[in-house]
């Protein structure tokens, strides 16, 4: 009796210890994958500045809104309070589940859509203001793929890490919470495409 109870509990322990592994393997996993990439694309949440500045980039603009790398959904939460249709586009699915629950705590998640996607993977042509949280390492490649895929009347909006070729027409902020604004026409020279 003595050993099968021991038995018992080897098992339960076991059982345990594996649950918990498998478990803390599911929830870290998401996080720790992009570090792995060859353009490692960390989760660092927006600051309430740069989310102001992001939303002053915005003004009297219209049009669909389309936040690559949308982390937490901070970004497409406050652009769909001021009336934008937004869509985040983010690779770990844990930060997407908390956005869409965050947009329903908030009550503009039929104003705001999340996707689980790897930004080389999606077309951003039917989006008229762009968001973007990158790394110096990706910013050119993400800069020619924008300019092929936008139309002239696009604004992209880069936080923390500017486009290297093209001029800002507009820059607000300072330190890590620096916005730049670029309006694909000006980097272009076109009017329509």
Known sequence: ESSSRRSIWGLLATAGIGGTLVALYAVVTPFVTPALRKVCLPFVPATSTQIQNVLKMLENRSGSLVDIGSGDGRIVIAAA????????????????????????????????????????????????????FGVP????????????????????????FPFPCWIPDHTTGEGIDTVWAYDLKHSRGCETK
């Open 137 to 160: 390492q990706m910013m050119p490649q993400l800069e020619k793929k924008l300019e092929e895929e936008l139309e002239c009347n696009a604004r992209i909006i880069a936080c923390r």
């Open 81 to 132: 309070k001021k009336g934008f249709k937004a869509v985040g586009y983010e690779l770990n699915p844990w930060l997407v589940w908390y956005s869409r629950y965050r947009a329903w705590r908030d009550g503009v998640h039929q104003n705001t859509k999340f996707y689980i996607s790897d930004l080389w993977k999606v077309s951003f042509s039917r989006y008229t203001n762009v968001v973007v």
